[in-house]
């Protein structure tokens, strides 16, 4: 007997929402334990109850979905799956960077979305064919972080305060320092300041 996996989906399209209930209704080993129109109500819902893997639409109403990404990737490591129905590549593409498992078209066959949940939860990266072409040759940038080290840097280049940043990800201030000297020794600045300029000339924000 195979494991069970609760999922669940992030994404403001009732059809979307209905069609994705339809096709884990389909698979034994997946139970769909909530569908969430906003994204600023997925903290506390992961939080909550035990989700397995995230399904969730880049373009939220409310929430910029990168934002959402960064939360639960960076806070408890959760398995995401990228579904996306713009041409976002730019988007797509730093999902990737931020820890998302894998990235799905809304244009790509439904049986994407079970291969794409598989391969994550197997601990393996997949982009459908569709959205690989549509990425080009995804560049590994120079510096590898971690996916906490990601969301840290994500909220630092939002300008935000360690106090904000350990508040938003769940930990202490202390691990906020200890992960804002690793960046910069990974990244190799002297100064604080200097971790986001540094990012971005990596392409890694």
Not at 12 to 24: C, E, N, V, W, Y
Not at 50 to 60: A, C, F, K, R
Not at 101 to 109: G, H, L, N
């Amino acid at each position: 007997m195979s494991a069970h996996h609760n999922i669940l989906i992030v994404d403001d399209h009732p059809i979307t929402q209905s069609g994705l209930r339809l096709l884990f209704a389909g698979h034994e080993r997946f139970t769909v334990v909530g569908a969430l129109d906003r994204g600023a109500t997925v903290g506390a819902f992961v939080q909550s109850q035990p989700v397995d893997l995230v399904i969730l639409d880049l373009n939220m109403p409310d929430v910029r979905g990168i934002n959402i990404l960064a939360e639960i990737v960076g806070s408890r490591d959760m398995t995401v799956i990228i579904l996306t129905g713009e041409s976002q590549y730019g988007e797509v593409d730093y999902a990737l960077k931020l820890g998302a498992r894998a990235v799905v078209s809304k244009a790509d066959p439904p049986e994407e979305v079970i291969a794409a949940c598989e391969a994550a939860l197997a601990g393996d990266i997949y982009i459908s064919p569709h959205m690989r072409d549509a990425l080009g040759k995804h560049r590994q940038p120079p510096v590898t972080l971690s996916s906490r080290q990601m969301a840290i840097l994500h909220y630092l280049a939002q300008g935000e305060s360690n106090k904000e940043i350990a508040y938003r990800l769940s930990i202490a201030q202390p691990t906020v320092s200890f992960h804002i000297a690793e960046l910069r020794r990974k990244l190799d600045v002297s100064h604080n300041r200097k971790i986001v300029e540094r990012a971005h000339e990596l392409n890694l924000l």
